[in-house]
């Protein structure tokens, strides 16, 4: 593909893209958040945007390298690839924080009486804001300065001298042989070392921020890998049945009742809350109350999950069938993509890891066969990165019903506060740097020679003091999908929390 063209092709899908973020905010926003809140607004479409540009920096970068070791294209793209970078890492440690934690003093000002203003909003935001920064950005260049390098691993030629002007030399004298680059070949001799090399500052953020989004993939992006396609079929089995008027009235009583407790309970936590903001309690019995505030969240969600099922049930009579088909048809499409995940790391990203031979290419060869035919290696690409993405926001929803410390932040469809919005971008945005890193490891065979390898698979991958962090993360991610898979052998769908009465 020409220059032209390429570069023609990416300008249409960067305006296609913002349209696709645009729609989603439309379609997840409260119908509270309708033509107000502008500012979060724009945060949640540019934070998607650059997530979605990140992901598919990587086959842009494959089409302008063209499998060569110059690169055909014109694109710079490792310029390209650091400034969508360090643009990502400005919004999730200075946008997302300040969008949250404003809105989270809105928050606290609205419930108190003090008649507090948006100014009062944005003093807290910046009181929290200023030390994150000054915090995380002296943290970044203590570690900068100490070990900001790379060690990496090379081959080591030596030989003997040599009479100038010797007919017998040539560019190919000490070219290895079959045998291995440790035996002798002439007077020369090879041995493994490793040559440190220095990394610029902004290749460093890049590698902490991106280390950080690796911990939270590995959590989230594992269980994800297991309960994204399982719920989507449970969804299917479990789907709600058809039920009389009598059952629907007892069902109905019992929910307004539960209902009733839970409303007693917001306002007497709601009091709580403004006890202790009045008094300045921010100790250990504050946050015990911020924890209790979480649960209560989740009791509310549980409540709004049978409401909803018991109206599906008797007014729907079951909900719409075509809508369940479509979650049966997208868990058995994810149990493939999953189970394709786990193989493919198992057969090639652990042994590459460990510098040892993979077992098979797997994916890598299927990526490099199809990317023939325009466009369709990237739909290939596009489906498995961006399936990643989804499996971290569900393992964040996931594990946000599990345990009580966590703030949930529920995606759903028309209902989705601009809070929650802002949050779960940050997540995906953080994580897509992690996914692209991720992605140029897995099909290192199918990203050869490009910039993404580069700056992922040479620098980044071994900087001093986070070269065996991503290998260990890498097993963390197996190891959170197993205990998440074993957690629905031994837990049954009945018995799950979210549809356990009464509430807590």
Same mark, same amino acid.
Not at 62 to 84: C, D, E, R, Y
Not at 87 to 94: K, L, S
Not at 292 to 298: A, L, Q, T, Y
Not at 372 to 401: D, E, H, I, Q, R
């Given at each position: 593909?020409?220059?032209?063209?390429?570069?023609?092709?990416?300008?249409?899908?960067?305006?296609?893209?913002?349209? *696709?973020?645009?729609?989603?905010?439309?379609?997840?926003?409260?119908?509270?958040?309708?033509?107000?809140?502008?500012?979060?607004? /724009?945060?949640?479409?540019?934070?998607?945007?650059?997530?979605?540009?990140? +992901?598919?920096?990587?086959?842009?970068?494959?089409?302008?390298?063209?499998?060569?070791?110059? *690169?055909?294209?014109?694109?710079?793209?490792?310029?390209?690839?650091?400034?969508?970078?360090?643009?990502?890492?400005?919004?999730?440690?200075?946008?997302?924080?300040?969008?949250?934690?404003?809105?989270?003093?809105?928050?606290?000002?609205?419930?108190?009486?003090?008649?507090?203003?948006?100014?009062?909003?944005?003093?807290?935001?910046?009181?929290?804001?200023?030390?994150?920064?000054?915090?995380?950005?002296?943290?970044?260049?203590?570690?900068?300065?100490?070990?900001?390098?790379?060690?990496? *691993?090379?081959?080591?030629?030596?030989?003997?001298?040599?009479?100038?002007?010797?007919?017998?030399?040539?560019?190919?004298?000490?070219?290895?042989?079959?045998?291995?680059?440790?035996?002798?070949?002439?007077?020369?001799?090879?041995?493994?070392?490793?040559?440190?090399?220095?990394?610029?500052?902004?290749?460093?953020?890049?590698?902490? +921020?991106?280390?950080?989004?690796?911990?939270?993939?590995?959590?989230?992006?594992?269980?994800?890998?297991?309960?994204?396609?399982?719920?989507?079929?449970?969804?299917?089995?479990?789907?709600?049945?058809?039920?009389?008027?009598?059952?629907?009235?007892?069902?109905?009583?019992?929910?307004?009742?539960?209902?009733?407790?839970?409303?007693?309970?917001?306002?007497?936590?709601?009091?709580?809350?403004?006890?202790?903001?009045?008094?300045?309690?921010?100790?250990?019995?504050?946050?015990?109350?911020?924890?209790?505030?979480?649960?209560?969240?989740?009791?509310?969600?549980?409540?709004?999950?049978?409401?909803?099922?018991?109206?599906?049930?008797?007014?729907?009579?079951?909900?719409?069938?075509?809508?369940?088909?479509?979650?049966?048809?997208?868990?058995?499409?994810?149990?493939?993509?999953?189970?394709?995940?786990?193989?493919?790391?198992? /057969?090639?990203?652990?042994?590459?890891?460990?510098?040892?031979?993979?077992?098979?290419?797997?994916?890598?060869?299927?990526?490099?066969?199809?990317?023939?035919?325009?466009?369709?290696?990237?739909?290939?690409?596009?489906?498995?990165?961006?399936?990643?993405?989804?499996?971290?926001?569900?393992?964040? *929803?996931?594990?946000?019903?599990?345990?009580?410390?966590?703030?949930?932040?529920?995606?759903?469809?028309?209902?989705?506060?601009?809070?929650?919005?802002?949050?779960?971008?940050?997540?995906?945005?953080?994580?897509?740097?992690?996914?692209?890193?991720?992605?140029?490891?897995?099909?290192?065979?199918?990203?050869?020679?490009?910039?993404?390898?580069?700056?992922?698979?040479?620098?980044?991958?071994?900087?001093?003091?986070?070269?065996?962090?991503?290998?260990?993360?890498?097993?963390?991610?197996?190891?959170?999908?197993?205990?998440?898979?074993?957690?629905?052998?031994?837990?049954?769908?009945?018995?799950?929390?979210?549809?356990?009465?009464?509430?807590?």
């Amino acid at each position: 593909m020409s220059s032209g063209i390429l570069i023609a092709t990416s300008a249409v899908f960067g305006l296609l893209v913002i349209v *696709a973020a645009i729609y989603f905010v439309v379609y997840f926003q409260h119908p509270d958040d309708k033509w107000v809140a502008w500012f979060p607004k /724009v945060v949640v479409i540019i934070g998607l945007t650059l997530a979605c540009y990140n +992901v598919f920096l990587l086959p842009l970068d494959v089409a302008n390298q063209s499998g060569s070791l110059v *690169a055909k294209g014109s694109i710079p793209m490792t310029k390209l690839n650091l400034a969508f970078y360090i643009i990502t890492i400005i919004i999730c440690i200075v946008g997302v924080p300040f969008t949250v934690l404003f809105y989270e003093g809105a928050d606290e000002s609205d419930s108190d009486d003090d008649g507090r203003s948006s100014g009062s909003a944005l003093g807290y935001a910046i009181k929290w804001m200023v030390p994150i920064a000054l915090f995380s950005g002296g943290i970044i260049t203590v570690c900068y300065w100490f070990l900001g390098y790379a060690n990496v *691993a090379t081959i080591k030629i030596t030989s003997q001298l040599i009479q100038s002007g010797s007919q017998s030399i040539s560019i190919d004298y000490c070219a290895p042989v079959a045998g291995g680059p440790t035996i002798p070949v002439g007077i020369c001799t090879y041995a493994s070392g490793h040559v440190y090399v220095s990394v610029s500052p902004l290749v460093y953020i890049v590698a902490v +921020v991106s280390f950080v989004g690796w911990i939270v993939f590995a959590v989230f992006g594992g269980v994800g890998l297991v309960s994204l396609p399982m719920d989507l079929v449970q969804s299917f089995i479990h789907r709600p049945k058809r039920i009389t008027a009598l059952q629907y009235q007892e069902r109905k009583t019992f929910v307004g009742q539960q209902a009733q407790l839970l409303m007693e309970a917001g306002k007497t936590l709601q009091e709580e809350l403004k006890d202790m903001r009045r008094s300045g309690n921010t100790g250990r019995r504050y946050r015990t109350v911020k924890n209790r505030e979480n649960e209560f969240r989740k009791d509310v969600l549980i409540l709004e999950y049978h409401y909803r099922r018991l109206e599906d049930s008797y007014k729907n009579q079951g909900g719409n069938f075509l809508w369940q088909i479509a979650q049966l048809i997208g868990g058995c499409v994810g149990s493939v993509l999953s189970l394709v995940w786990i193989i493919h790391i198992c /057969v090639y990203l652990i042994p590459v890891e460990l510098q040892v031979s993979p077992l098979s290419l797997f994916l890598n060869s299927f990526f490099i066969s199809v990317n023939s035919v325009p466009f369709l290696g990237t739909a290939f690409y596009a489906m498995f990165a961006f399936y990643l993405l989804g499996c971290v926001v569900k393992g964040n *929803a996931k594990l946000g019903m599990r345990l009580f410390f966590v703030t949930l932040h529920p995606m759903k469809i028309g209902e989705t506060l601009m809070s929650s919005l802002v949050f779960n971008m940050g997540i995906i945005l953080l994580c897509s740097l992690s996914v692209s890193q991720f992605c140029t490891l897995a099909f290192s065979r199918f990203a050869a020679y490009t910039a993404n390898a580069a700056i992922f698979g040479v620098q980044i991958q071994n900087i001093n003091g986070l070269e065996y962090g991503y290998d260990i993360l890498i097993f963390a991610l197996l190891g959170f999908a197993l205990f998440t898979a074993i957690g629905y052998l031994y837990s049954p769908y009945k018995k799950q929390r979210e549809n356990l009465l009464p509430f807590q």
